[in-house]
């Protein structure tokens, strides 16, 4: 009885196969359609993207509110993710891939003077992107523990109350008399009154006597998990000058 059953399954499994060999989807060589394939970069885009979005939600634009970095960097992980994928599925060399990395990994906009907090921010989504496009031959639960890796670090870097953040301004400052050794006391409880911050410490920059005002760089700390200012155009532009 077991024989004849055997032997049914193996009749039908050729005539599957068969059939499925009669029907397939291809033109010149190159199948239209692919289950296996096309649920696997379903399941990994939105893996991936979801991940993505997690960090630039949750942890960057949380502080920064830029809806134009927070475009850039979705569009770069689904740009990154993508090409990777397939370009993974071609049987591109390992040594190709990873020189795409390098590239995005190291562009620098021309337009704008990129601070290093979106700098990082970038090169961390797409090396995310990259894992997630090339990691095929690792278990499912790897791949989770390492984008979770990424996402628990991400929240202990930024979380406030685990790590105290420092931000800085550069202000130019008119009371020049102050800015001596002696008196950074009175200097440091004048620049509290008249800016509102919580500063901790001052450093003294160009000084020019002819207009009797010097540049200092003030150090204070964030409320409420702010971004630090020096990610601010106009404290780039006064950083030029200190």
């Known amino acids: 009885m077991i024989p004849c059953i055997n032997t049914l399954l193996t009749v039908l499994g050729a005539e599957s196969i068969?059939?499925?060999?009669?029907?397939?989807?291809?033109?010149?060589?190159?199948?239209?359609?692919?289950?296996?394939?096309?649920?696997?970069?379903?399941?990994?885009?939105?893996?991936?993207?979801?991940?993505?979005?997690?960090?630039?939600?949750?942890?960057?634009?949380?502080?920064?509110?830029?809806?134009?970095?927070?475009?850039?960097?979705?569009?770069?992980?689904?740009?990154?993710?993508?090409?990777?994928?397939l370009l993974d599925n071609v049987k591109i060399q390992m040594g190709f891939a990873l020189g795409l990395f390098a590239i995005f990994g190291m562009i620098r906009y021309r337009t704008e003077s990129v601070p290093i907090r979106e700098m990082t921010y970038l090169f961390m989504l797409i090396g995310i992107a990259v894992i997630n496009g090339l990691a095929m031959s690792v278990s499912y639960a790897?791949?989770?523990?390492?984008?979770?890796?990424?996402?628990?670090?991400?929240?202990?870097?930024?979380?406030?109350?685990?790590?105290?953040?420092?931000?800085?301004?550069?202000?130019?400052?008119?009371?020049?008399?102050?800015?001596?050794?002696?008196?950074?006391?009175?200097?440091?409880?004048?620049?509290?009154?008249?800016?509102?911050?919580?500063?901790?410490?001052?450093e003294i920059g160009n000084i020019d006597f002819l207009r009797d005002v010097a540049y200092i760089k003030v150090f204070y700390k964030t409320v409420n998990g702010g971004l630090p200012s020096e990610t601010k155009i106009s404290s780039i532009r006064s950083e030029e000058n200190y």
């Open 18 to 85: 068969s059939f499925s060999d009669k029907f397939s989807l291809d033109f010149l060589g190159i199948p239209l359609f692919d289950a296996q394939s096309l649920w696997l970069l379903l399941l990994r885009f939105t893996f991936n993207t979801l991940v993505c979005w997690v960090i630039i939600h949750f942890f960057y634009y949380k502080k920064s509110s830029r809806r134009d970095y927070y475009t850039t960097f979705l569009l770069f992980s689904v740009t990154i993710f993508l090409l990777i994928f």
């Open 142 to 202: 790897e791949l989770i523990v390492t984008n979770g890796i990424f996402i628990l670090v991400t929240w202990f870097l930024e979380c406030n109350t685990i790590i105290k953040h420092t931000a800085y301004k550069v202000i130019l400052y008119e009371k020049i008399q102050l800015i001596v050794p002696a008196r950074e006391k009175e200097l440091i409880e004048d620049l509290k009154v008249r800016t509102g911050l919580d500063i901790n410490k001052v």
